[in-house]
């Protein structure tokens, strides 16, 4: 998607981004604070 927004500034179907940032965006949220802590966590062992 980076590449499209980046570069395909008349063909971004906003509705598209507007999906994805509504669906998909906590759930990116959760996975990366997981994983963060994980790799905090292993700095610490």
Avoid: C, P
Wanted: proline share 0%; hydrophobic share 45%; no cysteine.
């Amino acid at each position: 998607m980076r590449n499209a927004v980046a570069h395909g500034y008349f063909k971004v179907d906003l509705e598209i981004v507007w999906k994805t940032l509504n669906n998909d965006l906590a759930g990116l949220y959760s996975q990366v604070q997981a994983a963060l802590a994980d790799f905090s966590h292993e700095d610490n062992v």
